[in-house]
């Protein structure tokens, strides 16, 4: 669409030049007209004279714009591919440091659940053989333990 668009501007810009090209040459027409005093056989070889004149002008013109308006979207088409690459290759190194880091956050999430199912485990067993979590020992728990009640109230 952006295309058709610059296409479209080029093509308005080029046929406004070639009318302010014919107003130029109908202009010194006139002007030599009426400096000569020529008559019509006269003024219609000038007239192809000047058109002859104005159409090389009007298609060297054209030719020139158009070689430059092919480089200009050339260099355009390039630098947006190279644009477009470097996007490309800035999603995908995003990507790969997301799933990196998913990965990551997977591997820590599964040892904290088997960290955690571990605890819950040890201590089903020891509250199942009574035993303290402080000291290692069965037969009391740890709201039981001496040694908790040497680490309380030491002086």
Not at 23 to 32: P, S, T
Not at 46 to 63: M, P, S
Request: glycine residues 2%.
């Amino acid at each position: 669409m952006a295309n058709t668009r610059n296409q479209s501007e080029t093509s308005a810009s080029r046929s406004q030049e070639a009318r302010t090209i014919v107003k130029e040459a109908v202009r010194i027409d006139m002007r030599l007209k009426i400096m000569l005093e020529v008559d019509k056989v006269e003024l219609r070889q000038v007239l192809e004279w000047a058109l002859d004149g104005l159409q090389d002008y009007i298609f060297e013109k054209f030719l020139v714009g158009y070689k430059q308006w092919d480089e200009i979207f050339e260099e355009i088409k390039k630098r947006s591919k190279c644009e477009e690459e470097a996007e490309k290759e800035h999603i995908e190194r995003e990507e790969m440091v997301e799933q990196v880091v998913n990965e990551i956050l997977k591997e820590f999430r599964e040892k904290q659940n088997e960290e955690k199912y571990r605890l819950y485990r040890e201590r089903r067993l020891a509250r199942q053989q009574e035993k303290c979590f402080i000291c290692g020992t069965t037969g009391h728990l740890v709201r039981n333990c001496d040694l908790r009640k040497k680490k309380i109230f030491k002086p």
